[in-house]
């Protein structure tokens, strides 16, 4: 059916028309308590034997919504009704920004892809302050990403992030510093070892005042050096950090300019967790996010070691029922295993 609609209708659309129209509509749902309710108890992982719990926070199920999507922390909620575990919210910046000039989202649908070069369009952190300090109807887990504002020097980053990091970690489940979308220049550059130390112990800082101290998490790009990926991991090892999401987009593609996800991805990205999972163990808690497209591929990526899994192209071709029926498949397949929890499986292959 969906398959029907995205081929007759919505890739007629603009992409991020009908982007901006999902989230409208998954913030219209959050404000009808007993409609959101009715689908959170019908498509949201309730099955025992696929929680997850990863830095004291307690999952649902593996499969995440990464970030990209509720760019501004409005629709969490209604994410979560559709089965998703978790919400990562953002990127958000200090400061509010426009973005790049559209068009910026391209669909590359035989290749079932992305190219995207949305620039952290965001209304700030105060705004997504003010709507993650709303009271939540459906239980639903929120990590907040968090991005450098565009106009802000190199020199400055950390404080720009740090101004972010004070207004969200204390509503935020956890958080991420973004330091690989590849449409703010010079944002990447930050991934060098000399310049995330200080940045991230900055915000670490932060995370670790807030009350409840927040778990915190870097995210990095696929087309870092083999080298580069073992010196991140190293230093969140040093510096104590909770995990690592890997992969953002790559802009390792002959196409428009801009971040590719989606399925070519999947192959670099599962190769960045293998290598992470071999370098850091289980000391760190990995998050895996790159070309995952069905169960086949989240049970993978737990078995090559990471804790959570998290999508975002996967969802746009899958369809709104996308998270609800992987969680489903993932129940059946643990009983299958005669597994009592999924977790039994996580870096079994690695
Ligand atoms: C339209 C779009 C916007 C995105 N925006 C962000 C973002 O703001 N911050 C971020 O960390 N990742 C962002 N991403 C990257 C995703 O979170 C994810 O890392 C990447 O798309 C790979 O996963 P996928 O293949 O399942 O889409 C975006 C991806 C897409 C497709």
Redesign the pocket.
């Known amino acids: 059916m969906y398959r029907l609609v995205f081929t007759q209708v919505l890739r007629r659309l603009d ?1 991020e028309a009908v ?1 901006h129209r999902t989230v409208r509509a998954l913030a219209l749902l959050a404000r009808l308590p007993l409609l959101k309710r009715l689908l959170h108890r019908a498509l949201a992982p309730h099955d025992p034997a696929l929680r997850v719990s990863a830095f004291g926070v307690h999952f649902p199920g593996p499969l995440g919504l ?4 509720d ?1 501004d922390a409005a629709c969490a909620e209604g994410i979560a009704a559709l089965g998703f575990s978790h919400v ?1 919210v ?2 958000i910046t200090a400061h509010a920004q426009p973005g790049n000039p559209r068009p910026r ?1 391209f669909r590359l649908v035989p290749q079932r ?4 070069r ?1 620039g ?1 369009n ?1 209304a700030g952190a105060a705004a997504a302050a003010r709507r993650l300090r709303r009271t939540r109807g459906v239980p639903v887990v929120v990590g907040v ?1 968090i ?1 450098k504002t565009k106009v802000v020097p190199e020199a400055e980053a950390a404080d720009d992030y740090v101004a972010s990091a004070k207004e969200l970690a204390p509503l935020a489940d956890y958080l ?1 510093v ?1 330091v ?2 590849p449409n703010t220049p010079g944002l990447r550059d930050l991934q060098a070892v000399t310049l995330l130390r200080p940045l991230l112990s900055a915000v670490k800082e932060v995370a670790d005042g807030t009350p409840r101290r927040t778990p915190l998490l870097v ?1 990095i790009a696929p087309d870092l050096a083999d080298e580069d990926v073992d010196a991140v991991a190293d230093l969140a090892v040093e510096l104590g950090l909770d995990g690592i ?1 890997a ?3 790559t802009i390792r593609h002959g196409g428009e300019t801009g ?1 590719l ?3 070519p ?2 192959a670099r ?1 599962l190769e960045v967790l293998r290598r992470l999972r071999a370098k850091v163990g289980d000391r760190l808690v990995l998050v895996s ?5 069905d169960v086949d591929d989240v049970w993978e990526r737990l078995l090559a070691g990471a804790t959570l899994v ?7 071709y899958g369809g709104p029922l996308w998270a609800s029926r992987i969680h489903r498949q993932l129940s059946r397949r643990v009983r299958r295993h005669r597994l009592s929890s999924i977790t039994e499986i996580i870096g079994r292959t690695a």
């Open positions: 992409a982007h990464a970030a990209g999507f760019k990562e953002g990127t989202l892809a992305v190219i995207n949305m952290f965001n990403n991005g991420v973004n690989s979308s995210k999401i992969t953002n987009t971040g996800s989606g399925r991805l999947k990205s996010v790159g070309g995952v497209e998290q999508g975002y192209t996967g969802w746009i």
